[in-house]
């Protein structure tokens, strides 16, 4: 079976792919990026050889070498063990010590994902190591993000990542595609604060395939003093909830069942069809129905301070907290801007991240919704917080409980 590395491997949809993408050029050059020379003897030999280089890219890659060198001796080295959302990694608030270099590591993995227990619906899940969102990388402005990005040899596909924090090559897209059984290392200065979208980008159709295959996340750039309020107050945390909402479009039979497939990448030509109807079949949180309900509910206790991070790569959405609110919120995740305050709902466009703060003042549980209603309730936006502590009357109380009135 061929691996599905490049879109005109896909012989049934290679019309679809070259058709109507302002990136399929783009896309099909960049793949040629990475350094003449190298690639034939590290592709796997089923593996479609690399499309020639435009000259575009060539010329990008010939004035990276021709730029002067970067003096970083200065600069501090540390790694970053990143985790599996909804959890953020270990990280300061507010920075000690001058920017750092901080070195990470994430895999292109090919996963089979249960979308929903219920119906069966599963997808092979494109991922930045195994999760979907990819996990939450924290940095401070001015730091430097230097990620190894390696793609497994037991890979389907090619994959590259496009950071929205980053400046030039297509957010190091262009930089960073690699092939079953490659690694590349893309280094980038976090010149700006806030929350950013980060995500798979291989060029034309596969753009959209692998985005809403799961292979997107955050990557969080803390102002070095820490976030702060509309006046300039510091602002705290107690814990991050790391929420990644994932529209999916699972194709179906003539049944209405939903299909499957025995490796990533051959569900490609029935994927383009289902995504044209731009109608997702699940909006999720955390990659499947109920991965931040029940069991896997957040927890947290009255007077904890909450900063929800929530990234869509594709699609609009809404957040809501049912029984809360948005203390803070940076609707655009951009933190060099003040936060509006008191907010109920607010926006997160899609290929973009937000975040909102908020203080529990009250126990019990609270639904994070996308308030697309629909969405929250039948393709699986939802979450839960767990909040324990004392009900404070002088907030709410039920003066009489429901009963039945004579007439
Ligand atoms: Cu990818």
Redesign the pocket.
């Known amino acids: 079976m061929p691996k599905y590395v490049n879109p005109a491997l896909v012989k049934t949809n290679r019309r679809n792919v070259l058709r109507g993408s302002l990136l399929a050029g783009a896309a099909a050059m960049t793949a040629g990026a990475g350094m003449a020379g190298t690639a034939s003897k590290r592709m796997a030999p089923h593996v479609a050889p690399r499309p020639a280089a435009p000259k575009f890219i060539l010329a990008e890659a010939e004035a990276q070498v021709a730029a002067p060198k970067v003096d970083l001796s200065g600069y501090t080295r540390v790694q970053q063990e990143l985790v599996a959302p909804p959890f953020a990694p270990k990280h300061e608030q507010v920075a000690t010590g001058g920017p750092k270099i901080v070195e990470i590591r994430m895999e292109?993995r090919e996963v089979l994902l249960t979308v929903d227990e219920d119906t069966g619906a599963s997808i092979w899940a494109?991922t930045y190591n195994g999760s979907v969102p990819g996990p939450l990388i924290i940095v401070h402005q001015d730091d430097y993000v230097e990620l190894t990005l390696s793609n497994p040899a037991a890979s389907q596909?090619?994959?590259?990542i496009d950071f929205h924090a980053s400046s030039g090559a297509l957010g190091g897209g262009g930089l960073t595609h690699v092939y079953p059984g490659e690694e590349t290392v893309l280094r980038f200065k976090a010149t700006r604060p806030g929350v950013f979208t980060y995500h798979?980008?291989?060029g034309g159709a596969?753009i959209p395939y692998?985005v809403t295959?799961g292979?997107n996340g955050t990557l969080m750039v803390l102002p070095r003093d820490g976030l702060k309020d509309a006046e300039g107050n510091p602002l705290r945390y107690d814990t991050i909830a790391y929420i990644g909402e994932q529209d999916f479009y699972l194709p179906m039979d003539e049944n209405g069942d939903y299909k499957t497939y025995e490796v990533a990448g051959e569900d490609f030509a029935d994927s383009v069809e289902a995504m044209r109807t731009l109608t997702p079949t699940h909006s999720v949180f955390n990659g499947s129905v109920g991965a931040l309900t029940g069991e896997n509910a957040f927890k947290a206790k009255v007077g904890d301070t909450v900063l929800m991070v929530h990234n869509q790569a594709n699609r609009d959405s809404r957040p809501h907290l049912i029984g809360g609110h948005g203390d803070h919120v940076w609707e655009n995740g951009k933190f060099a801007n003040p936060p509006q305050k008191d907010q109920e709902t607010w926006f997160i466009r899609g290929g973009s991240a937000g975040a909102a703060m908020y203080t529990f003042l009250q126990p019990g549980v609270y639904a994070y919704v996308n308030h697309n209603l629909i969405e929250a309730a039948l393709l699986g936006a939802t979450a839960h917080f767990v909040v324990d502590g004392a009900w404070d009357n002088a907030l709410m109380e039920q003066v009489t409980p429901p009963h039945v009135v004579e007439t």
């Open positions: 292109t494109l596909m090619e994959h590259n798979c980008a291989p596969m692998h295959h292979m």
